[in-house]
């Protein structure tokens, strides 16, 4: 059985930094892409970042430069580091592990989401 727990968020002031944790496991975490979501109140799922199973990270525009996503594949944990956080990331972040081929800032190609943590950025 596959779970994601997430963990780190909480609230901060507008340029401070958060990092986030999700701990994976019942999975061979080392050979699956994983993706960080967040979804604000009233809006949609949106992509935040991934890293593959190789490092390879990718980042939506929003976030580069800011964020910066990690893994530590001997402790099954991925990592999202956020930097000179804006009110406009405010938003439930959810990890999840790639399961499907296609666009890698497509939630449908996730599966096995985490529950969430929040994170609330005050100005």
């Known amino acids: 059985q596959v779970q994601l727990v997430e963990s780190g968020g909480g609230l901060v002031q507008a340029g401070g930094s958060l990092r986030l944790s999700c701990a994976a496991s019942?999975?061979?975490?080392?050979?699956?892409?994983m993706g960080w979501f967040r979804q604000a109140p009233g809006k949609e799922r949106e992509f935040v970042a991934a890293?593959?199973?190789?490092?390879?990270?990718t980042y939506a525009d929003s976030v580069k430069g800011r964020f910066t996503i990690s893994r530590d594949n001997a402790k099954n944990t991925v990592y999202l580091q956020m930097s000179s956080l804006k009110p406009e990331d405010t938003a439930d972040y959810y990890c999840?592990?790639?399961?499907?081929?296609?666009?890698?800032?497509?939630?449908?190609?996730?599966?096995?989401w985490g529950q969430g943590t929040q994170v609330t950025v005050s100005s």
């Open positions: 999840a592990v790639q399961r499907r081929n296609g666009r890698i800032s497509d939630p449908y190609v996730y599966d096995y």
């Open positions: 019942g999975l061979t975490f080392s050979s699956y892409t």
């Open positions: 890293i593959s199973w190789s490092g390879r990270t």
